[in-house]
């Protein structure tokens, strides 16, 4: 049961253009949605997260919206710049018990962002 | 932030061998995660290992197969007991930071098994 999906498993886009990756969830438990950027032979990379009781948050280029009575999330990356081409990864965050957190993880967007 | 070391960064091994990976934060920190990632999946994670207890395994994956140690609040290992050519995969560490649930890896270690 994949409870946090990423239905595109790739994008291209054209530098300087706007990329829109998307991520559904499942769970209603989940408190804090998270991105991250993961380049190849390299561990992943956090890039913005989005409390569940916000529905957008800004860091530069990058903007997270979320709509929770979709249960959907997407992060906007604008101006797309050829070093963003990387595998973007959509992940929540829920406790587990006591203190404790588990992230579950979606299956990733490879962007490809073009000269 | 947190910086994680973990190594071997890859590693080619013979099935039937076991490989031992470490990984080393820059802070103490209470749970640390053991994630693998096969080739086109997303990220599964294996286990959570706290200090001073036993580490807690998620559904699939076991000690015998996964035994991992944490003897500190600043490092752990995970052995990839028996290996069979399906475990080649990334191994990735984790931590969560102090701030808003984001979670810090290490660059991983590229497990091939032949």
């Known amino acids: 049961d994949q409870q946090v999906k990423q239905n595109s498993p790739s994008l291209s886009v054209q530098e300087g253009r706007i990329s829109i990756l998307n991520c559904d969830y499942t769970?209603?438990?989940?408190?804090?949605f998270l991105w991250y950027k993961k380049y190849p032979a390299e561990g992943p990379t956090f890039l913005i997260s989005?409390?569940?009781i916000k529905d957008k948050n800004e860091d530069g280029r990058f903007t997270v919206f979320l709509n929770k009575s979709a249960k959907h999330l997407s992060l906007h990356i604008v101006p797309s710049q050829p070093g963003d081409s990387a595998v973007y990864f959509c992940?929540?965050?829920?406790?587990?018990?006591?203190?404790?957190?588990?992230?579950?993880w979606g299956l990733g967007t490879s962007l490809a962002v073009n000269p | 932030s947190a910086v994680i070391s973990q190594k071997p960064s890859r590693d080619i091994c013979q099935r039937g061998t076991s490989l031992t990976i470490q990984c080393q934060v820059d802070?103490?920190?209470?749970?640390m995660f053991w994630y693998r990632q096969q080739p086109g999946q997303s990220l599964t994670l294996i286990a959570t290992?706290?200090?001073?207890?036993?580490?807690?395994?998620e559904s699939g994956f076991v000690i015998d197969k996964f035994p991992i140690s944490r003897p500190n609040l600043t490092f752990s290992t995970l052995t990839v007991s028996n290996m069979s050519p399906e475990d080649s995969s990334i191994y990735l560490c984790?931590?969560?930071?102090?701030?808003?649930?984001?979670?810090?890896f290490g660059q991983g270690t590229r497990l091939t098994v032949v």
């Open positions: 992940a929540a965050s829920v406790s587990s018990g006591g203190n404790n957190r588990k992230l579950i």
């Open positions: 769970n209603s438990m989940f408190d804090y």
């Open positions: 989005i409390s569940s």
């Open positions: 802070s103490q920190v209470t749970m």
């Open positions: 290992a706290n200090q001073g207890s036993e580490a807690t395994y």
């Open positions: 984790s931590v969560f930071g102090t701030g808003t649930g984001e979670a810090f």
